[in-house]
């Protein structure tokens, strides 16, 4: 069953609430600590590039700004009628893992352009590990399509928090690491944007990543 969307006052309601009570209890119980989340604007489009090791590092990312964000998730989250009501009020697009999908894409570049922020996790799902794989290009594509500046967020704990397959949380230190802005070339009005640059940008993002991830690691006190 489908239910009707929210209306954008609704769900901006919905995402204050659900981010607020994220937040108390992220500070609460994980000792949440963030480092650099003033280098977010308080308005205009960018791209948060996130590591991706536990299911809770989404919910997180809503801490580092009040803003309304819009996110990338697994279209499986979308397989009832509450849950696409829900993710689709708190800014979410189901998104097709095992191909590229442009549908997915296009709702990215349009929300980027009206001055959103989004939240991209480049190494596509959840990994595991201090080393950041091999990365996805959406969120180079995105930056050079639209010139949004992407911040690399390192999260630390978090494996250990929600490891894969856990069914409870754990009470352990979570730390996040905002990085510097990373400016893309400025786009070509009508150009897609050409290959190498997306490759050149896709690995400057990785070599960031991994910096502020190592960073939120030390700060957690991950082994």
Known sequence: MRYPPASPAVARRVYAVVRGA??????????????????????????????????????IMSVLTRRYMRYLGKEEMWKYG??????????????QR????????????????AGEPLVV??????R?????????????????????????????????????GARFLRPVRVCVVVGAPIVPEPPAP?????????????????KELQVVFDQARICAGDP
């Open 22 to 59: 994220i937040a108390g209890f992220a500070a609460l119980y994980w000792r949440l600590r963030i480092e650099g989340a003033e280098r977010l604007p308080a308005r205009g489009a960018f791209i948060l590039a996130p590591v991706h090791r536990s299911n809770i590092d989404p919910p």
């Open 121 to 126: 996790f480049p190494e596509g799902t959840r």
């Open 98 to 113: 095992d191909k590229v999908d442009r549908e997915a894409m296009r709702r990215c570049r349009k929300a980027l352009e």
């Open 128 to 164: 595991a590990g201090p080393v950041v794989e091999t990365l996805f290009h959406g969120p180079a594509h995105l930056a050079l399509a639209t010139g949004a500046p992407i911040y690399p967020v390192g999260i630390g704990g978090s494996q250990r928090a929600m490891p894969r």
């Open 190 to 206: 009508g150009r897609t944007p050409p290959r190498r640059a997306v490759l050149a940008l896709t690995e400057r993002v990785a």
């Open 82 to 95: 509450w849950s696409a009501w829900l993710w689709d009020a708190l800014g979410a697009f189901p998104v």
